[in-house]
């Protein structure tokens, strides 16, 4: 199957500072990617969709200057969290979509922890 | 409400047994439905993929059934192994130009020596 790398896999950054995730597709283009935010036991929830090239897509309740979304090539997306507050901590998954299919891979995620 | 209902919200199953999970779902028009594996701290991987026209797919001892007209979907394990301890997630997509994703809450299975 097709490889989405997300790098780094795990940060602790203290409050104030900005954090940047990055997702790659390895091995295929990658039209569209998105970013999810997942609590412990709960479900993914879907931050925004990134189309290469264009502004990102945010859903409801998403602040878009505090998580920037730049997708600037076809196998490359980063979210950046800004100004990063405790409740801020989470698990950031980004997941890639192949162009011309509807099937999205998962990359491994990141476990961002603000102190 | 959430469009895609997952029951039991976790069981524990001693190893070597079966178990049977199961996926409700009120996405329309519907255009896929996935099961995904996902351990702890990790990103979801994919088990299986059925679209409207396909009522069973088997992934080694993982087997998905969908029933379309109903909206129901089943993950059955076969033989659990230790390695089977995680959460299942169903995510069924729509018949939409922006490909989003309807995800359930998961079900954690805990597969006991």
């Known amino acids: 199957g097709a490889v989405v790398s997300q790098h780094p896999s795990w940060v602790i950054c203290k409050s104030g500072t900005s954090v940047k995730i990055e997702c790659r597709s390895l091995?295929?283009?990658?039209?569209?990617m998105f970013w999810y935010r997942q609590f412990p036991k709960q479900s993914l929830m879907l931050m925004a969709t990134?189309?290469?090239?264009?502004?990102?897509?945010?859903e409801q309740g998403v602040e878009k200057d505090k998580f920037l979304i730049n997708h600037a090539s076809l196998t490359l997306s980063t979210l950046t969290v800004t100004s990063a507050h405790p409740e801020d901590s989470s698990f950031y998954i980004c997941?890639?979509?192949?162009?011309?299919?509807?099937?999205?891979?998962f990359g491994q995620g990141t476990r961002l922890t603000v102190v | 409400k959430n469009q895609v209902e997952q029951s039991p919200q976790s069981l524990i199953i001693l190893e070597g047994k079966n178990c049977t999970l199961q996926?409700?779902?009120?996405?329309?028009?519907?255009?896929?439905l996935r099961w995904y594996k996902q351990d702890t701290g990790r990103g979801p991987v994919s088990l299986t993929i059925?679209?409207?026209?396909?009522n069973t797919k088997s992934n080694g001892r993982y087997t998905a059934t969908l029933d379309a007209d109903t909206k129901q979907s089943s993950l059955h394990i076969t033989a659990s192994q230790l390695s089977d301890s995680a959460s299942y997630i169903c995510?069924?997509?729509?018949?939409?130009?922006?490909?989003?994703?309807?995800f359930g809450a998961g079900t954690t299975v805990t597969v006991r020596a």
């Open positions: 990134s189309n290469e090239g264009s502004k990102a897509t945010y």
């Open positions: 996926c409700n779902y009120t996405v329309s028009p519907f255009s896929n």
């Open positions: 995510v069924v997509s729509a018949i939409t130009n922006d490909y989003k994703l309807s």
């Open positions: 091995d295929f283009q990658a039209t569209t």
């Open positions: 059925m679209t409207f026209s396909e």
């Open positions: 997941s890639a979509l192949i162009r011309g299919r509807s099937e999205a891979f």
